[in-house]
Each structure stands twice: as structure tokens, then as C-alpha cells.
């Protein structure tokens, strides 16, 4: 018999009674329709469980499921002219499967696994590669070349090369073998806990100017490149005009805006027009440039080129 059943509900917040043998940060699934939860709070007594889905419905007894795995992203091509919420399910794919209004638990892969991205090989049987060194390339648009690094705490010899081609997602392209003589596979994409930074390898001093293209901000309100920066103000005071001026004109290579804790109508409006913007430097859409989150209020349901993040909060 499942113990690890729903005790108490306090809006996102579950309880369950007694020892569990779950892990501090694990990725769970609750009630019969899997809505995705986290493992927030351990002690003797209860278990708690952080659910980032409306828990309306849930009742005492439904069940929890454990994955043994801690909440994760999926990295790699597919990501940008893309829309995901706040834990990387696209959007637009759960529209085909739901219509406009997001279904509660609704599963759906990531990124697109079954997509065939050209991939030009960089490396050849014998090459000794360590961590974030680039094994291959891929045109994910029209303007922007997505580059396979090999992963975090992971070096050691290639072992095998697969030919130029088209592959998945989670097809292997390449193997490396470490020093203790243990063999990776190498593939187009990696999965990242949400919890853990990206290691650095070195801390750069944010001593060049990001380059907005508004003369006001440039003159008055320069922005370091690596730097932070807010833009405070009250509804309709121009906050969202400025993002996209920002987006537009900014010398940033890709651009990455996360709309959190925004009212679905006004991050509508943001999608909209956004995918209406037309990139000054390629003449293409800024789309093929950009990656919008849209974690939203009351929503149900790269890392060697310079990337500016605009973050629209309320």
C-alpha cells in the first residue's frame, strides 16, 4: 500500500503524514493527474510538498509519486523563437493537445524530440576535450548557431564520431571516454537541476557597457554587460515599451524574457507584439533570437554568447 498519500492542502501547499523516503528538492507527481510538485520540507513528522499547478480538487488521501530525480530543465536546440512556462513546458505544443486554456497536468515534452537538426561535427576520434569545450554545431535559426559543449565535471578522449547529419534530440552523436575509462555518450541535448548553478570557470569584472540603443538610457542609466538593472513604474507607464526597445536595439546576442507573476491578459499582449518585432540586425523576426517564459499570475495548468534577460514583474 502507497503511504505517501495527500494529508492536508493549504493552496500550493501539501502535507504528508509520517516518514517518506523522499529526497529535499525531488520532483514529484500528485493527485491522479500528476500535477508536478517539489519536495520543499522534511522532519519525523510531515513532508512537504511545494505544487506548481492549481491544487484545486485535490482531496486527503490522493496519491504522491516520487521520480526519484530533482526538478530539471532540458537544454539544447529547440529553446529559442520558443514559449514556455515557468518549468519549461512550450506552450505552444499544449495548445495543439488542449486548445487555449491550459490543461492541469498536461504532459508534453520540453523540446520537440522528434525534430531532425542538422548537425556539423567538430571533433574527430582521438581528441582529448574537457569540460565546455564545443564537440559540434547546429543552425537552431536562421541567425543564431547553437553549440554542443561537452558537459560539466566531464572530460577525457573521443572515442567515436558520428558523421554530419541530421539527428534528435537525444540521439547520440559522439563518445567520450573518461579517465577512468568510463564511456558518455554525447547527444544534442543535457538535463540541468533547476536548483544548481551552471559552474563558471571564471568571474569576468562587468567593465563593458551593454549598448541599449535608447541615448537616454546609454547617457543617464548606463548598464554594465553581465550587470543588472530595474526599471520600476506603475501600470501603463511604459515599462513594457522599454523592454522591447531594449530587446530590439541592445547589442545582446539572444534574448531572454521572462514575463513572472504577470496577469495573463497583460503577458498575451506581450506575446503578440513581441512576435511582431522585426530584428534591426538580420531583418529577420526577433523570434530567432528570443525565448519567452511566461510564468504567469494565474496561469493553470548558451552559454558563450552574450544573453540579455528582461524580467517584466508586477
Same mark, same amino acid.
Given at each position: 500500500?502507497?503511504?505517501?498519500?495527500?494529508?492536508?492542502?493549504?493552496?500550493?501547499?501539501?502535507?504528508?503524514?509520517?516518514?517518506?523516503?523522499?529526497?529535499?528538492?525531488?520532483?514529484?507527481?500528485?493527485?491522479?493527474?500528476?500535477?508536478?510538485?517539489?519536495?520543499?520540507?522534511?522532519?519525523?513528522?510531515?513532508?512537504?510538498?511545494?505544487?506548481?499547478?492549481?491544487?484545486?480538487?485535490?482531496?486527503?488521501?490522493?496519491?504522491?509519486?516520487?521520480?526519484?530525480?530533482?526538478?530539471?530543465?532540458?537544454?539544447?536546440?529547440?529553446?529559442?523563437?520558443?514559449?514556455?512556462?515557468?518549468?519549461?513546458?512550450?506552450?505552444?505544443?499544449?495548445?495543439?493537445?488542449?486548445?487555449?486554456?491550459?490543461?492541469?497536468?498536461?504532459?508534453?515534452?520540453?523540446?520537440?524530440?522528434?525534430?531532425?537538426?542538422?548537425?556539423?561535427?567538430?571533433?574527430?576520434?582521438?581528441?582529448?576535450?574537457?569540460?565546455?569545450?564545443?564537440?559540434?554545431? !547546429?543552425?537552431?535559426? *536562421?541567425? =543564431? #548557431?547553437? $553549440? +554542443?559543449?561537452?558537459?560539466?565535471? /566531464?572530460?577525457?578522449?573521443?572515442?567515436?564520431?558520428?558523421?554530419?547529419?541530421?539527428?534528435?534530440?537525444?540521439?547520440?552523436?559522439?563518445?567520450?571516454?573518461?579517465?577512468?575509462?568510463?564511456?558518455?555518450?554525447?547527444?544534442?541535448?543535457?538535463?540541468?537541476? !533547476?536548483?544548481?548553478? *551552471?559552474? =563558471? #570557470?571564471? $568571474? +569576468?569584472?562587468?567593465?563593458?557597457? /551593454?549598448?541599449?540603443?535608447?541615448?537616454?538610457?546609454?547617457?543617464?542609466?548606463?548598464?554594465?554587460?553581465?550587470?543588472?538593472?530595474?526599471?520600476?513604474?506603475?501600470?501603463?507607464?511604459?515599462?513594457?515599451?522599454?523592454?522591447?526597445?531594449?530587446?530590439?536595439?541592445?547589442?545582446?546576442?539572444?534574448?531572454?524574457?521572462?514575463?513572472?507573476?504577470?496577469?495573463?491578459?497583460?503577458?498575451?499582449?506581450?506575446?503578440?507584439?513581441?512576435?511582431?518585432?522585426?530584428?534591426?540586425?538580420?531583418?529577420?523576426?526577433?523570434?530567432?533570437?528570443?525565448?519567452?517564459?511566461?510564468?504567469?499570475?494565474?496561469?493553470?495548468?548558451?552559454?558563450?554568447?552574450?544573453?540579455?534577460?528582461?524580467?517584466?514583474?508586477?
Amino acid at each position: 500500500m502507497n503511504n505517501n498519500v495527500i494529508f492536508g492542502i493549504n493552496g500550493p501547499v501539501i502535507t504528508i503524514k509520517g516518514p517518506t523516503e523522499f529526497k529535499m528538492m525531488e520532483m514529484v507527481h500528485v493527485g491522479e493527474e500528476n500535477l508536478v510538485g517539489e519536495i520543499i520540507g522534511i522532519t519525523d513528522d510531515y513532508t512537504t510538498v511545494q505544487v506548481y499547478e492549481e491544487t484545486t480538487g485535490l482531496k486527503p488521501g490522493d496519491p504522491i509519486t516520487g521520480t526519484g530525480n530533482p526538478m530539471n530543465v532540458l537544454l539544447g536546440p529547440g529553446i529559442l523563437d520558443n514559449m514556455f512556462d515557468g518549468i519549461e513546458r512550450p506552450l505552444k505544443a499544449i495548445e495543439k493537445q488542449s486548445g487555449a486554456f491550459i490543461n492541469r497536468g498536461s504532459k508534453v515534452d520540453n523540446l520537440d524530440s522528434d525534430k531532425l537538426w542538422d548537425v556539423t561535427m567538430k571533433v574527430k576520434v582521438g581528441d582529448k576535450l574537457s569540460a565546455g569545450e564545443i564537440y559540434a554545431t !547546429i543552425p537552431e535559426t *536562421r541567425i =543564431i #548557431e547553437h $553549440r +554542443l559543449m561537452v558537459p560539466p565535471a /566531464l572530460s577525457g578522449e573521443i572515442t567515436e564520431v558520428m558523421p554530419d547529419g541530421k539527428y534528435k534530440l537525444f540521439d547520440t552523436v559522439a563518445r567520450i571516454k573518461d579517465e577512468y575509462g568510463k564511456t558518455h555518450d554525447l547527444t544534442l541535448c543535457q538535463k540541468w537541476p !533547476i536548483r544548481y548553478s *551552471r559552474p =563558471i #570557470e571564471e $568571474r +569576468l569584472s562587468t567593465n563593458v557597457p /551593454l549598448i541599449t540603443g535608447q541615448r537616454t538610457m546609454d547617457t543617464m542609466f548606463p548598464i554594465a554587460k553581465g550587470g543588472t538593472a530595474a526599471i520600476p513604474g506603475g501600470f501603463g507607464t511604459g515599462k513594457t515599451m522599454n523592454q522591447h526597445q531594449l530587446a530590439k536595439w541592445s547589442d545582446a546576442d539572444i534574448i531572454v524574457y521572462v514575463g513572472c507573476g504577470e496577469r495573463g491578459n497583460e503577458m498575451s499582449q506581450v506575446l503578440e507584439e513581441f512576435s511582431g518585432l522585426v530584428d534591426p540586425k538580420s531583418g529577420r523576426p526577433m523570434t530567432d533570437r528570443t525565448v519567452l517564459i511566461a510564468n504567469l499570475r494565474y496561469i493553470r495548468e548558451l552559454h558563450s554568447r552574450s544573453i540579455t534577460a528582461i524580467w517584466a514583474t508586477t
